[in-house]
Structure formats: C-alpha cells, structure tokens
C-alpha cells in the first residue's frame, strides 16, 4: 500500500487484529466473504459487522436508521427537547408492547425519528418538540442505503427488541460493555478495567450492565475521562447467552473488606469484572493461610518485619540481576514475592502471627546457600578502607552502589572502592563534618586533584577543629 500518512506499527497491527476477530481476514489474512460484505458499508468494519449481525437478527431496518442517526449531529435539540410528548406519542402507538423491555438511548433516537415521520418532517413541527427534522430525513436516507448495500429490496420499519439490539452490541463491541462500580457516583468498570461514566443525556442511568455504542474522551471534573454515548441496558443473563465463551467460572478465597473474616467466594468473570458472586464461610487453615496470603499479595496488608534489612537485601538482589546477568542470581521477581508470602502465612493460626513473623530468613531461604555467598561476595553491604574507622555501608540504588564518607576518612585514599569482583566502582558520597553531602564521585583521584581544594577552602573556615589537609 501507498500511504499518504503511514499508520504506526502498533496501530496496523490494532487492525489486523480486529479484522481477524471480525472474520473479515483468513488465518493467511486474505480477505473473506464476510470481509468483502463488511467493506461495502461507509463505515467502521465493526459498524458494518454489527449490520450483517442486525440482518441475521430481522432487526436491520431499525439498527441502520439507529447507526444513521447517530452517524452525525444528534436529531434532538436538548434545549429544546420536550421528552414529554415524545414519550407519550410513543406509549399510544405501541401501547404495552415494550413495556418490559431493556432501557435504551436508541428506542430514545427512534423514538423521535418515528414521531418526525408521522408529522411529514415538518420543520416547524418538529422544532415545536426540540426536533431537528432535517436531520430525521437524512438519516433516513442513510438508512435506506444501509439496507439496500445489505441486500433488502424495501426498508419496512418495526420497533425493535432492544434485546436484539444488545446481542448485536456485545458481539460487535464487547470492549465497550460495562458494570456499575459505584452506585454513588455512577462510576463503570468496562471489561478491560477501564472506568467509565454515562452521558448525562442519556436515558439509562445506573443500570446495572450497559453497552455503549461510542466512547468519547470528556472533561469529567477537571480530568479527562471516557464517557459511554448511545447506552444499551443489559442484564447477568444476556452477558452469559451471548459472550458465554468469554465468561468463566471462578473460585478465590479472601478476607471480607468489613469484618476480616475469611470468605470462599464463587462468581463468574468476564474480563476483570466479577458478577453473579456467591459467598460462604472459609473451610480450615487452608483458607486462613490462602485468604491472608492473598491480601498480603495484593498490598492491602503489610508485615511488621518488613524492613530495611528486607528492602537492603532485595536491592542487592536486583542490583546483582539486572546489571550483572551472568552471575544467574534469580531476580526477586512478582512470582518469588508471593511465593514468600505463602511461605510467611504457613501453618500461622491468627493475623498476629502472620504479621510479627521475621521475614528476611524466609527471604533467604528461597536462594541457595551457594547464590546468597555469591550475593554476599558480589554485592557487600560493608566495606572497610583500611584506615582504621569501621566499616562503611554501602546500598544500592539502580545502577549504584553507593556509600557515604566523612571527607577527613578519605585522606590517604587514592584508589576508587570497587564491589562485584572488582567490576564496579562504588560511588562515592563525600560527607562535610555537619554529614552533609559535598560531593559524588566515581574518581577519588579527580576530587583530589579538582573540586577538593574549593570544598576545602569554603569548610575549613567553618569547622576549623577538623583535620585539613
């Protein structure tokens, strides 16, 4: 292909992905049949997707003039809208007949086409209710050309199932299907664990499942947000009929938020929503020690014994992995971390156990004897000078090992520290008498030789009772 504005790797590879999903591309990536269906509508492939779903479902004339009316500006004019008679049109033509039906800002849109349609598309009419009735005919037309590219030789209007049109929905955009997190602040969690909020305008508020058909960036108090537009009331059940490949049964164990008594929890799982969630009292020691473990894994509860000598040893390990691969100490990675808080919840009967339990030698244990003499060798976490004081700590900070000296401990060193076998120069913090750092370095000789002689000049003055060479 010849781009004008060639696309990002990532963003073909977005497409081929969705044109696999869609079966519009082979496993080869040529083109189906269904793929050549899908390009001739004017739109998204996932649009055209849902159009051939709608034709399957006997719901195409409907679900084309709901994409047509929503293809440019809405046909309602909200300062003008008076809902009132829309919804009171609507009850006397159809009666009962959706009464029970799903909530939908589409019946909303078909709704005022419809009421358009009766009063001929008069402007002046339709403007009287807050209804664009230009807008109205155009979608209709738009809807016609949808139905003919699909192969129907009339475009005969019914009132749709909006069952029907959430199984199309979640077929053709199950990314954009939704759970109510909050109730208190109609905050959504989609599939993907994105947060999501309903259009004010919308007609379904607080439902407990939706479906949008759009997404649109919005400036949601002060922050940029997503919002759902075109929303589709769902419910447990059509979830499961339609997406049932895609939900899976699940089974965990976990400390009730409240009252910190341990639950066996069973729910089904879509993505990272969890519903249709059964509790029951924890079974054993099994479960006290998985529950706890588990909180323990997700950072909701900390040890006691969890301290600096743990975070030293951790950074010595991840000093020695990352910058010194060759030497095969394991990296204390996210598996190592939970199997150590396995090991610390273990045979423990009480939280109070669990929490006051000595974590550094359960660490330890899970290296061998021979790779934490190799750590201890490689990595010191004291050094001496051979100038008489103690030894010196040393941590380890990213690529740094690094250690802090009183300037006047440093007279008569002239060769860098080294760790790692005499790999890798230790840097060096100079502390001023008041242990204030006054310079870093990885060349002792080059402060001697440079910057000492100004540090000196500007210390000696202030501290005249510390030795000055």
Request: contains cysteine; hydrophobic residues 40%.
């Amino acid at each position: 292909l010849c781009w004008l504005d060639k696309p990002s790797v990532e963003s073909l590879d977005r497409a081929f992905s969705t044109l696999h999903a869609l079966g519009a591309l082979s496993s080869n990536s040529l083109i189906t049949e269904k793929g050549r269906e899908i390009c001739k509508f004017p739109v998204n492939p996932k649009l055209g997707m849902a159009l051939l779903l709608a034709k399957d479902l006997g719901c195409l004339p409907a679900f084309s003039l709901a994409l047509a009316l929503i293809e440019d500006r809405s046909p309602i004019i909200h300062k003008e809208f008076n809902q009132q008679i829309v919804d009171s049109f609507l009850s006397k033509t159809f009666a009962e007949k959706h009464s029970n039906e799903l909530d939908s800002d589409l019946r909303l849109l078909l709704g005022v086409w419809l009421y358009a349609k009766e009063e001929g598309f008069s402007v002046d009419r339709c403007k009287y209710v807050g209804i664009h009735a230009l807008r109205c005919r155009e979608a209709e037309k738009l809807a016609f050309r949808f139905c003919k590219i699909a192969g129907l030789n009339s475009f005969h209007f019914e009132f749709p199932k909006m069952r029907d049109f959430a199984e199309v929905f979640l077929v053709a955009f199950p990314d954009h299907l939704a759970r109510l997190k909050s109730r208190g602040t109609g905050m959504y969690e989609s599939i993907n664990g994105i947060h999501l909020h309903v259009s004010k305008f919308s007609e379904v508020q607080k439902a407990e499942w939706v479906i949008a058909l759009r997404l649109v960036e919005k400036a949601l108090k002060g922050k940029i947000g997503l919002e759902m537009e075109h929303v589709t009331e769902l419910n447990d059940q059509i979830v499961k009929d339609v997406l049932r490949a895609r939900v899976l049964r699940g089974e965990e164990v976990a400390l009730h938020p409240d009252t910190r008594q341990v639950i066996r929890r069973e729910y089904d799982q879509i993505g990272t929503i969890k519903f249709n969630v059964k509790e029951r009292e924890g079974e054993g020691k099994e479960d006290f020690q998985n529950a706890y473990s588990t909180e323990l894994k997700a950072g909701s509860l900390s040890l006691k014994k969890w301290d600096n000598q743990v975070d030293h040893f951790v950074s010595k390990i991840s000093f020695l992995y990352t910058h010194y691969p060759e030497y095969n100490v394991p990296q204390f990675s996210t598996d190592l971390r939970h199997l150590l808080f396995e090991e610390i919840c273990k045979d423990a009967k009480s939280w109070k156990e669990i929490r006051n339990r000595e974590v550094l030698p359960v660490l330890q244990k899970l290296y061998s004897i021979e790779e934490l003499d190799l750590l201890e060798q490689a990595t010191p976490s004291t050094f001496s000078l051979n100038n008489g004081k103690r030894p010196y700590r040393i941590t380890y900070e990213g690529s740094h090992a690094v250690m802090r000296v009183k300037l006047q401990d440093l007279y008569d060193i002239s060769r860098q520290p080294r760790v790692v076998f005499e790999k890798h120069r230790v840097t060096l913090h100079i502390l001023a008498p008041n242990e204030r750092c006054v310079q870093v370095t990885n060349n002792i000789n080059e402060f001697w030789l440079g910057s000492y002689l100004e540090i000196k000049k500007e210390l000696a003055g202030r501290y005249p009772k510390h030795e000055w060479r």
